[in-house]
């Protein structure tokens, strides 16, 4: 029964039945020690009395207590040859007695490494000890009933290992299918009116705590974050762990009303935000949560994911540390977004994106002295499209990755081959996306592409956002470094929109401030973007940085900016971005721009 892997009750069933069979007026008993090893539960009794049994089921391992429980303490054999008068057995002789028990022998199980699973007994109704017979047999069916014992016990394990995730210990996504596929049949099987719930969540900046403190502070927050949560859910829901910052909740029979689950939401989200002492540093996580509900959001597991999915990225995108509930609206989105970031896979391999350049004029020479490199994307079905159509999605995939480095490729590439045509030497910047930044090679990819493309460094500028700069100081700092010191240039794309601290500033290896174009169109009635336009090119002045304003559009905005000491411009009213034919032609004719000036 064993090797044909029957359920553990049924083998140790079977084994005290032959063993009765063998041993004439003989009970047999098997009871299985409980995971904190300090109590025995039934296991199997075939012939003993259903209310002794009952009555032993739990007992305390201890010192005295009757055979089993001290056989189980000493780890050895207890022979009690009457049970009326042996004091191992006189808080439970009255419970025996009745049921014409008068001796009783009992064997630890014990584990290959010796580790207690139960105890084996053998009732008798007179008062006597065992035979040799008697001994020899229990010797046998001990280490049978070990193994049984044992194999049950690394199933469970193996079970477990399978079906957990083996950081926080909570259920895994096999598990959570598995469960939620079984909470939906008991809703519709019972014809129940409430809701089974899931509830995506995903932490919002847990990539400060383990860009700052390490993995290994990032998994015991995940831990803490864990049992937060657990807490917060009764017995009968799941919080599992999907992998990385995502957890699932399931919520089972709920009241049919979105306000009883947001009662939970509330308390899940009061529990994350509970500040986190690690390594001397506190914490605050946030979290975004989307919620999708059986019946009306989806029939299966699949399904219900999915939107629930969809339904915590709109709550990320609406401003995260919030929750969403799932509309079928979202799901639109989500299978536009899917699509999408298919497409952006199969262009960058089909060669569909291309890069128009933009010049940026020295306001003192009227020069171009450099150009930005931007992306365009040649759609087989949407025609071209303009970065704002697909940079953010392509950032949140992580093909900004490989479309960044193409980007890179391709400008240093078309820089080298202007130089090359004879064309006067100018920089080329390129804009950097935070995911770019943060891989762990990117200045040696860097370095790569300026070697394959012949480009000196020099004539490459990279444009980070404030916002990416200040996501984790101490590392954009290291990274600008190790790149300044080939000569590679930086500056600081839209300026102004971030929350920059100036001594964070003083110290990054920065040539130059963009302000950012939204200050430039207002400047004709705005005020306030007049004084932060000015503000800006006497702080670039100040910290030794050139000031590049963008989106110059309007002859009045020139004139604003070159009477506030502006040293540069770059927007339409010089020239839209435009493709490497009509920029070398640009370059050819310095005339074109100069009359702009
Ligand atoms: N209204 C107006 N607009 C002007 C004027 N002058 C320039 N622009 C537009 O302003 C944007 C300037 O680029 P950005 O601030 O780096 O903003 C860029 C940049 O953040 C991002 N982007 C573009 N190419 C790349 C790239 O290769 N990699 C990454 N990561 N982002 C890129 O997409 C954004 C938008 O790019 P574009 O659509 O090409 O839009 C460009 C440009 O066409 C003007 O006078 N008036």
């Known amino acids: 029964m064993i090797a044909m892997n029957s359920p553990l009750r049924d083998v140790l069933d079977k084994i005290t039945r032959l063993i009765e069979e063998q041993l004439e007026g003989v009970f047999a008993s098997i009871l299985l020690v409980d995971s904190d090893g300090e109590h025995l539960w039934h296991g199997a009794a075939p012939s003993l009395p259903g209310t002794y049994a009952r009555a032993i089921d739990g007992i305390a391992i201890g010192p005295n207590m009757g055979s089993c429980g001290t056989a189980a303490y000493r780890r050895e054999s207890v022979i009690v040859a009457d049970i009326a008068n042996d004091a191992l057995w006189s808080n439970f002789r009255d419970l025996a007695q009745p049921h014409g028990l008068r001796s009783c022998w009992s064997t630890p199980i014990l584990s290959h490494q010796g580790d207690l699973l139960g105890t084996f007994a053998l009732y008798s109704g007179e008062v006597r000890e065992p035979g040799s017979f008697e001994r020899r047999l229990t010797e046998r069916v001990v280490r049978i009933a070990a193994i049984a014992i044992e194999r049950k016990q690394n199933e469970d394990e193996i079970f477990f290992l399978a079906n957990h995730d083996a950081l926080t210990g909570l259920p895994n996504r096999i598990l959570l299918k598995d469960r939620l596929t079984q909470a939906m049949l008991h809703t519709q099987l019972h014809n129940h009116n409430p809701w089974v719930s899931v509830v995506f969540v995903d932490l919002d900046n847990f990539k400060t705590v383990n860009d700052r403190l390490g993995h290994t502070a990032g998994d015991e927050l995940l831990k803490i974050v864990a049992g937060r949560m657990v807490g917060c859910v009764r017995p009968i829901d799941a919080v599992v762990r999907l992998g990385g910052d995502e957890f699932v909740i399931l919520l089972v029979d709920l009241p049919a009303s979105t306000d009883a689950i947001s009662v939970i939401l509330h308390k899940l989200r009061a529990a994350i935000t509970d500040p986190i002492a690690l390594d001397g540093h506190e914490f605050h996580i946030t979290c975004s949560m989307g919620v999708a509900t059986f019946p009306h959001d989806g029939n299966d597991a699949e399904a219900l994911l999915m939107n629930a999915d969809a339904a915590m990225y709109q709550a990320k995108n609406s401003g995260r540390d919030s929750f969403q509930f799932f509309t079928a609206e979202m799901n639109t989105k989500a299978h536009e977004r899917f699509a999408m970031q298919d497409a952006i896979r199969s262009g960058i391999a089909r060669s569909e994106f291309y890069l128009d350049y933009q010049p940026q004029v020295d306001l003192r020479s009227g020069h171009i002295f450099a150009v930005e490199a931007l992306v ?43 130089q090359d045509a004879g064309l006067p030497h100018l920089s080329v910047s390129v804009n950097v996306s935070a995911l770019q930044f943060q891989e762990k090679d990117w200045p040696q990819r860097v370095r790569r592409i300026l070697k394959e493309s012949g480009l000196e460094a020099e004539y490459l500028e990279l444009e980070v956002t404030e916002s990416l700069l200040m996501r984790n100081v101490d590392q954009a700092i290291a990274t600008m470094k190790e790149l300044q010191e080939l000569g590679v240039h930086f500056a600081i794309d839209d300026f102004g929109t971030g929350y920059s601290s100036l001594s964070t500033l003083k110290c990054l290896p920065v040539t130059r401030l963009k302000i950012d174009q939204s200050f430039v169109r207002n400047l004709a009635h705005d005020e306030d973007d007049r004084s932060i336009i000015s503000a800006v090119i006497s702080l670039g002045q100040r910290l030794n940085m050139m000031v590049i304003a963008e989106g110059v559009e309007t002859e009045d905005q020139l004139a604003f900016l070159r009477a506030n000491g502006c040293d540069e411009a770059q927007g339409y009213h010089f020239s839209k971005p435009v493709d490497p034919g009509a920029m070398a032609d640009l370059l050819n004719a310095p005339e074109l721009i100069l009359e702009h000036i």
Do not use: M, Y
């Open 376 to 418: 365009r994307w040649r759609h087989p079905v949407l025609g071209v499209l303009s970065p704002v159509h697909f940079i953010s999605l392509a950032e949140e995939t992580g093909l900004i990755v490989p479309l960044g480095d193409w980007v890179l490729n391709e400008a240093c590439r078309q820089n080298k081959a202007w």
